[in-house]
């Protein structure tokens, strides 16, 4: 078992769950041990070392758990999924209660119907799996539905943690958007839709859908700026429950987004799938893919930024790296205020490899994703132990000459007059831009690159059997790594004796870029681009 991923877990026994005015739970009462959980856990071995623990039964209780990012919310902890979000939600405990239906009662606020009872001698405690008969697990109820539903056939979903998005009359935000995010979490926290009857910066009005509901709060601009204050608080329905259930869900990617913001920053794997099941069990809300991948998307906006206000922050970026790093050279360029190119080699980076690595440098690109695309270009020594020694990286708009000519330039400037062998694939732009800057002679061609067209062309000449192409990549290797050229001149020899076509092909592609005895300069028998290609995955 990894203890990095093991947690401790506070199991609570034998005492109720209460909601406090604030929104969050206490656990009144009982007794409470710990065990250790851990990732992969079994439902059934969690709930085995619980019983080890207490000498009680859980067939007449219920365990459920909160998360550290929104505590007001109790979940139930019923399968392996669950657990599983237990372990992957909590950094280094977690808490689990167990309780005798009814067991959760609630504690009324002051603010007039801001809290739900969500237990209580009239109905057991909310399960997820509750729904509305006109659609399953599809509708958003408003809120006071669970006190009305009581003695019906409706059970309340479980979602009740945005109550609170507005307190009151004179509750301020500071802009619209703010404001149109609290409403969206309002609807989700009591399952009703919304509709704005004005929908400015300056002046907000937003009024329950059903007809003739009194639900509305309207908000206005303060003294002009782009603060909001709330004025009209009329938040009681007076529809009935089939109403709500006949309303079709909402969904937006923009307001969604707020409501699993702080999943984000502790999670940031969170997956869209996760995303569906999660807004289904809390919400009430049945979420497409597609509509998870997008709100995920705008989550990690709010809390990243966007990628083209990031750009903003190069020359900033840059000034912080060379200030707090003295010698680390960090450069950007840019045409007519829209970003070019980025070259950033740190000065630790730097002096490693002057005085520990091998004069070898691997270079590579990479394609890099996102909505403005760009390539990633790379610039990899060797260390004493032959391990992966980043040395320079730069960020182009694509991979061509004057990108890598550009970053070559860079990269030769930070080397300081030190010569070294380049090792790349062919590339055209790099082709041209290390014999102009490193020279010809110092140009080692990656031999995995040269061995893949080797068996393209061997692929066209019509020799059958793959016997025959294993023996031909076979003399290739033979040609590539011989130290001596007698060695070399006899493999070729081989190569020649068994397809003179191969052996033409061989001599035509610059064997004194890939061949270990053409090469002239020392190489340190550093044959590939492997370890730039490793950094760049």
């Not at 409470?32 to 856990?41: E, L, R, T």
């Not at 041209?432 to 031999?447: D, L, P």
Request: net charge negative.
């Amino acid at each position: 078992m990894d203890a990095i991923n093991r947690i401790y877990c506070y199991i609570f026994v034998g005492g109720k769950l209460v909601q406090k005015n604030d929104g969050l739970w206490e656990y009144v009462g009982g007794r409470s041990k710990g065990i250790h959980i851990y990732k992969g856990m079994t439902f059934e071995e969690f709930t085995h070392k619980v019983l080890e623990k207490f000498d009680i039964s859980l067939h007449v209780r219920r365990m459920h758990y909160t998360l550290k990012f929104n505590p007001r919310v109790i979940q139930d902890l019923e399968d392996e999924d669950d657990l599983d979000n237990v372990v992957s939600h909590s950094d280094d405990f977690a808490n689990v209660y167990i309780v005798e239906s009814p067991g959760v009662e609630a504690i009324e606020a002051n603010i007039p119907n801001t809290q739900l009872a969500l237990g209580g001698p009239h109905h057991t405690f909310p399960s997820s799996n509750a729904s509305c008969d006109a659609s399953p697990n599809t509708m958003m109820l408003s809120r006071g539905f669970a006190s009305r539903c009581a003695d019906s056939e409706y059970t309340p979903l479980e979602s009740n943690q945005f109550c609170e998005a507005i307190l009151g009359s004179g509750h301020t935000f500071k802009n619209a958007d703010e404001f149109r995010n609290a409403i969206y979490q309002m609807s989700l926290a009591g399952r009703f839709q919304y509709k704005y009857k004005k929908n400015s910066p300056t002046h907000m009005s937003v009024k329950c859908s059903v007809e003739d509901c009194p639900w509305k709060i309207t908000a206005h601009a303060v003294e002009g700026n782009e603060i909001l204050r709330v004025y009209t608080y009329q938040v009681n329905h007076s529809h009935i429950a089939q109403d709500e259930c006949s309303s079709k869900v909402r969904v937006s990617s923009k307001r969604g987004a707020v409501v699993v913001e702080d999943v984000f920053r502790t999670t940031p794997e969170y997956l869209p799938r996760q995303i569906c099941k999660d807004f289904e069990r809390d919400h009430g809300v049945q979420l497409t893919y597609n509509q998870a991948w997008h709100l995920k998307e705008k989550a990690k906006e709010r809390v990243y930024g966007s990628p083209r206000a990031s750009y903003a922050f190069l020359p900033w970026l840059c000034h912080r790296l060379r200030e707090i790093n003295p010698g680390t050279i960090a450069e950007y360029t840019s045409h007519e205020g829209h970003f070019k190119q980025l070259f950033i080699a740190h000065a630790f980076s730097i002096q490693g490899f002057t005085m520990g690595c091998r004069p070898v440098l691997a270079i590579d690109s990479c394609h890099l994703s996102g909505p403005y695309k760009g390539a990633l270009l790379s610039a990899i020594a060797y260390d004493a132990d032959d391990g992966m020694f980043p040395l320079a990286l730069g960020v182009v708009g694509s991979e061509n000459y004057e990108d890598w000519h550009w970053f070559l330039e860079k990269l030769k400037g930070i080397l300081d007059g030190r010569e070294v062998i380049i090792i790349s694939d062919r590339h055209q732009g790099i082709l041209r831009s290390v014999s102009e800057m490193f020279g010809v002679e110092n140009h080692a061609y990656c031999y995995r690159h040269m061995k893949e067209n080797f068996s393209s062309f061997f692929n066209r000449q019509n020799i059958r059997g793959k016997k025959g192409k294993e023996d031909a990549l076979l003399l290739l290797d033979n040609i590539a790594y011989a130290q001596l050229d007698i060695d070399y001149n006899e493999a070729f020899e081989k190569l020649v004796r068994f397809n003179g076509n191969l052996a033409k092909w061989v001599a035509e592609n610059s064997p004194e870029h890939w061949a270990m005895s053409k090469f002239l300069k020392k190489r340190w028998d550093k044959m590939t681009t492997n370890i730039a290609e490793s950094f760049n995955a």
